[in-house]
């Protein structure tokens, strides 16, 4: 069955926004729920957060990254198919004071949803949203500040807004006194490992999305295995998000990259046939 899509918009020069039909997606998802999309017939199978879902639509925020992504962005406007919702949602209730923090596409997509419904559970939601520079930032209109109770958008270089990476200016947050009693990140791997290491010293509960390469999305190939406290887990159905705390870093850092050489020739064919950009 074919998507329709709805809006495509540029959020900046590398990322999109995409809003598609997607009417059984939409109505069953919940926060930490993410997609399949396969964009084309017997197109490869890829993860996508899921920002919104809503009047039968879902919106998600994509990097223009490889073959599929940007064949995306240049050429298409259906989806040969919309999958989900996939993966294991977050626990929603009232924590008290929660941090939801993010640094990258996927990340943003998490922070909205999960601000969203963790507000609406009566939570004290502050979000941190952190972009490289000014020029990186996303228009207003998709961003988490309408879905939270304090906003704190950043800039690493200071361009606009606080000056910082997310992890510091939480950290300066903790050293001051102030009360978090739960942590939610996505987004950049390393930072969420440098997280976990500088909540871990504040004994903070820290739930972060952890994206591996996911082939079925089923349970059935392995592929996207991460392991937790020791035991080995799949991202596609037991996550994407996992404890920060109990997760075995090295290996989930490593696995994402298992395929570069691949992705560069699918890629070079690609922008042969005039695709891709
Ligand atoms: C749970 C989850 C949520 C995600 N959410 C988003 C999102 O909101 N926005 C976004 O832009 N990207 C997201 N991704 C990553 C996204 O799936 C890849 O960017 C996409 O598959 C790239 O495909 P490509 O053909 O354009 O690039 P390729 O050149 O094929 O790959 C580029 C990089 O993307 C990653 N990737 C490629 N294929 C897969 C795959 N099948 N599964 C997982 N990662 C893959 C790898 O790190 C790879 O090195 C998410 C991944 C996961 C696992
Ligand atoms: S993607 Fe195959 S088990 Fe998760």
């Avoid at 879902?53 to 989806?79: C, H």
């Amino acid at each position: 069955m074919s998507h329709k899509i709805t809006r495509k918009m540029d959020l900046n020069s590398d990322d999109f926004y995409v809003e598609v039909e997607a009417p059984l997606v939409a109505e069953r998802f919940r926060a930490g729920n993410f997609t399949i999309l396969m964009t084309v017939p017997h197109g490869e199978r890829i993860p996508m957060s899921i920002m919104k879902a809503e009047d039968g639509k879902i919106s998600m925020f994509i990097k223009k990254l490889g073959k599929t992504s940007r064949e995306l962005y240049k050429e298409l406007d259906t989806f040969e198919n919309v999958i989900g919702p996939m993966g294991k949602p977050i626990d929603i209730k009232n924590y008290g004071t929660v941090v939801v923090a993010s640094d990258l596409v996927c990340g943003h997509a998490e922070n909205y949803a999960i601000c969203k419904a963790l507000k609406e559970a009566g939570n004290k939601v502050i979000s941190y949203q952190t972009f490289p520079t000014e020029k990186e930032i996303y228009p207003e209109e998709v961003l988490a500040n309408d879905v939270c109770d304090e906003f704190h958008l950043t800039t690493e270089d200071g361009s606009k807004g606080e000056e910082g990476h997310y992890i510091d200016l939480l950290e300066e947050r903790l050293e001051n006194g102030e009360k978090v009693d739960i942590v939610f990140a996505g987004g950049s791997l390393p930072n969420l490992k440098e997280l976990g290491e500088m909540t871990k010293e504040y004994n903070i509960p820290t739930i972060v999305t952890v994206r591996q390469i996911m082939v079925d999305a089923s349970g059935m190939c392995g592929a996207c295995r991460v392991f937790v406290d020791g035991e080995m887990q799949l991202a596609c159905i037991d996550g994407p998000m996992f404890d920060a705390h109990k997760i075995d870093w090295g290996a989930a850092l490593r696995r994402p990259k298992m395929y570069a050489e691949m992705e560069k020739v699918a890629l070079e064919h690609c922008k042969e046939l005039g695709r891709c950009e």
